[in-house]
């Protein structure tokens, strides 16, 4: 299939109306629409008070009422954050490199490179094994065109099943459709249940970071909260806050109606979903509950199940820096005849919300991305202003990318920007995903449709009339020399520059010798 054709044909699949599902199996799932089970305490005490109802998350979908500038500037006035940051990442990156040291690891992202790239640029092929494969199982598939649709059909799926509490495994696609609002608004009690995002959730906060949610946290603001809702002091230490949360957590998991979760990679030569965690909840989410109902973005595909042997270490290891993950968890449908565990009904809705217009285009390596954070973790960018400075979902250089491209220019083209082409990204990425390119691909991308501020403009435009002639180049660089050397001791510009005073305030600005 030509490049060109292959967005539309995978839009076309997403949009196309469903055939009529097949019937499961005997001893396949059943259709139970109960009444929310009534709450319980656990162990003799009940939940913490405001547990059951955290506060309200905001919606990933209120991107910019604000500028990059002025989310950077304030998080930029909160020292303990960048300090929080730094130490988190630099621990991160540490792992990483204990973890591949002595190994053949450019090899293995050679490879890795190779499968996501063969997966993407056959993804209509491996869509159409991916569900014939998974519904032969008896999962039920379900295509969402957009975050409206996702929302649509999760929600649709509640409500016919009368689900009252869902718990929710960690998954970037609910945050880009902001199905907690939806779902909530709905009448459903959401709980989540990663410890990261249950924090979040609980604070009325959002993610920072694809892999540790609450990296912009201290364990004191966490002692803080969960005090708050169990209504004395807990003791400040890392075993005892887990435990709080882990005793109402599975008071969630006994209670929950259906499970939501996201997925790490979409195999298509089984029709499962792999998806890997630390704290089992990701486990509990997909077994107890009657339904489990899986979000995942459309790109997650993988050939074959042999492909996790290349991808799993990569993602796990630049991830967080671990070997493989606590939970490794493959899951191929509802639970059978005979089986004594998992749901009754397994949904699997695929999410398309921007990604099928990249294929075949300038920016389709973005979709390569397997969500690990590492990117981040080395940006220097993202290390100063956290994640919430860049407005949406994701954050970093992977967030610079995919935010424009996904929710378009207006919103996210001025993230190409948060950025200073060090070309660190590129160094970390296992999938070895070209992030300085796509970047400065957005900016051409950004300059073409003339979505840049006016002065913007205009300033670019005077400069290059000016520097694109050799006697008013050399005239402007001769008057900016004899100013600056007015202000120089030694050679060294070390004080404010008019002008310049944002950039000099922070660094030393040597002069060169002429020539």
């Known amino acids: 299939m030509p490049p060109a054709a292959r967005g539309a044909h995978v839009a076309h699949r997403l949009a196309r109306p469903r ?63 960048r300090t929080a940051i730094a130490n988190a990442t630099d621990h991160t990156v540490f792992a990483l490199q204990r973890r591949f040291a002595g190994t053949a690891h450019d090899a293995l992202r050679d490879e890795a490179r190779r499968i996501r790239a063969h997966a993407i640029t056959n993804l209509p092929t491996y869509l159409e094994q991916w569900v014939d494969r998974a519904e032969a199982r008896g999962t039920q598939v379900h295509f969402a065109a957009d975050e409206a649709e996702a929302r649509r059909i999760v929600a649709g799926l509640c409500a016919e099943r009368g689900v009252g509490r869902v718990v929710k495994s960690k998954s970037m696609a609910s945050e880009e459709v902001s199905l907690n609002s939806a779902l909530e608004g709905a009448g459903i009690d959401v709980v989540e249940t990663d410890l990261g995002e249950f924090v979040v959730q609980a604070m009325g906060d959002r993610p920072s970071h694809v ?85 995942v973005g459309i790109e997650k595909m993988l050939p074959r199940r042999t492909d996790l042997a290349v991808l799993l270490p990569l993602l796990t290891g630049h991830g967080t820096g671990q070997q493989i993950t606590t939970y490794v968890s493959v899951l191929g449908g509802p639970r059978g005849a005979g089986e004594p565990d998992g749901p009754e009904e397994m949904h699997v809705v695929l999410l398309d919300g921007g990604r099928s217009a990249l294929l075949g285009g300038e920016f389709e390596e973005a979709l390569h991305c397997i969500r690990c954070g590492a990117c981040q973790n080395v940006c220097p960018v993202y290390r100063q202003v956290g994640g919430h400075a860049y407005g949406w979902v994701y954050g970093g250089p992977i967030g610079a990318v995919l935010t424009p491209l996904f929710r378009g220019q207006a919103d996210g083209g001025e993230l190409s920007h948060a950025t200073t082409l060090c070309g660190a990204c590129d160094d970390i990425c296992p999938v070895r995903i070209p ?23 205009l300033a670019f435009r005077a400069w290059g009339l000016a520097w694109r002639h050799p006697a008013t180049y050399r005239a402007s660089t001769a008057v900016a020399r004899a100013g600056l050397a007015v202000l120089a001791r030694d050679g060294v510009v070390s004080r404010r520059v008019p002008g310049l005073a944002r950039w000099t305030a922070t660094r030393d600005l040597v002069l060169g010798r002429r020539r």
């Open 211 to 295: 892999i540790a949610p609450i990296l912009h946290r201290t364990q004191g603001e966490v002692h803080e909260l969960f005090s708050a809702m169990a209504g004395e002091d807990l003791p400040d230490d890392p075993e005892a806050l887990t435990g709080f949360a882990r005793e109402g957590l599975r008071h969630a998991f006994l209670t929950a109606d259906a499970g939501i979760s996201g997925g790490n990679f979409l195999i298509a030569e089984t029709g499962e979903v792999a998806m890997v965690t630390n704290e089992g909840n990701g486990r509990l989410t997909t077994s107890l509950p009657r339904i489990h109902i899986a979000l």
């Open 19 to 81: 055939p009529a599902r097949r019937e499961p199996a005997a001893g396949g799932p059943r259709v139970s629409a109960t009444t929310p089970r009534e709450d319980a305490e656990v162990g003799g005490r009940p939940l913490p008070p405001g547990w059951a109802a955290p506060a309200h998350q905001p919606g990933a979908d209120s991107l910019a009422d604000t500028t990059f500038e002025e989310r950077a500037r304030e998080n930029l006035a909160r020292p303990f954050q």
């Open 435 to 457: 992030l300085h390119d796509l970047l400065l691909g957005l900016r051409r991308r950004r300059v073409a449709e003339d979505v840049a501020p006016l002065s913007e403009r």
